[in-house]
């Protein structure tokens, strides 16, 4: 159910079209909507979390255990560490600025559109810095162990049909339900 189909419409005896909203229907709308954003936006994080804890610690292992850690290792392991400490401090913080906010409609709308904003700046944060710098420091790790030039230049074009992927869902998903969200604050606005 959406907002058009929460507007009773009929016409009245000087032919203007007026309407009702069911407030009850609405704020179940939005708080559906609210939770969904901020769901997505946690399981984005979460997951880009993990995967910052589970893949460096994996690469540490395996160089300890065949005894061939370079700098490169290092490198991409320290990345990935500190990338997840922000992104937990970034959470933190986000969750702290709204536990003061009323709970209303708008609020939750505000919210949400709050999360779905978050999420796509960190998707594009992601995109631009997050895998240019495991790209950056992939290819010094495998220049390091004497890898063909020919096997890094692949795995360069597979980091940039990545950012061409990443792109491509940031703008078809995370940036269509931030707009979408937007635009639901400004219809509510206008016929309230």
Known sequence: MNIEEMQKYWDSDNQRTLYTIDEEAMDKIVLAKSRSANRKGKWVEDLIVWMNIIVP?????IYWINEKANAGAYLTSAFMFLSAAYILIA???????????????????????????????????????????????????????????????????FFVLAIIAGRWEQRAWHDKRRDNLIALREKIVDTV
């Open 57 to 61: 610690s994996f690469l540490l292992f």
């Open 91 to 157: 959470r933190r913080r986000r969750e702290n600025e709204w536990k003061s906010q009323g709970d209303t409609v708008l609020n939750n709308l505000d919210e949400a559109i709050f999360n779905a904003t978050f999420t796509a700046k960190m998707t594009n944060a992601f995109l631009i810095w997050y895998i240019l710098g495991i790209a950056i420091t992939n290819v010094i790790m495998l220049y390091l162990d004497g890898t063909p030039w020919y096997f890094i230049a692949g795995m360069s074009f």
